[in-house]
């Protein structure tokens, strides 16, 4: 699996950014789909998923409200628009395949190579 993040930068608190994450190597409509970030100096964390169909989604409490995941099967991408980001939101995003349900952290899960997003107060 190939995943390739874009759509990152630089953004006021308060402000929005839209990611993409452009999927190969793989039959994209047959998995569920996540994205997952790391803040500097943490662990990564669970930010929202999507199923294969893009019926259903979730998300983390923080992100609830002010972030939205979806997803294009025809075109092999997963977006994740962000609005009323804050300082908090600053970290590495990496979209992730979700394979066993774990939310793009299991062990068969693969990651892209991530896109940093900053938000300055």
């Known amino acids: 699996a190939r995943l390739v993040e874009s759509g990152g930068g630089l953004v006021q608190s308060g402000g929005s950014l839209r990611l993409s994450c452009v999927a190969s190597?793989?039959?994209?409509?047959?998995?569920?789909m996540a994205w997952v970030r790391r803040p500097l100096g943490k662990v990564p964390e669970w930010v929202s998923t999507i199923d294969r169909d893009g019926f259903s989604t979730q998300s983390a409490d923080s992100v609830k409200g002010r972030f939205t995941i979806s997803r294009d099967n025809a075109k092999n991408t997963l977006y994740l628009q962000m609005n009323g980001l804050k300082s908090e939101d600053t970290g590495v995003y990496y979209c992730?395949?979700?394979?066993?349900?774990?939310?793009?952290?299991?062990?068969?899960?693969?990651w892209g190579p991530g896109t940093q997003v900053t938000v300055s107060s």
């Open positions: 190597g793989f039959t994209f409509g047959n998995y569920g």
């Open positions: 992730a395949t979700d394979r066993t349900g774990h939310n793009g952290m299991g062990p068969s899960d693969s």
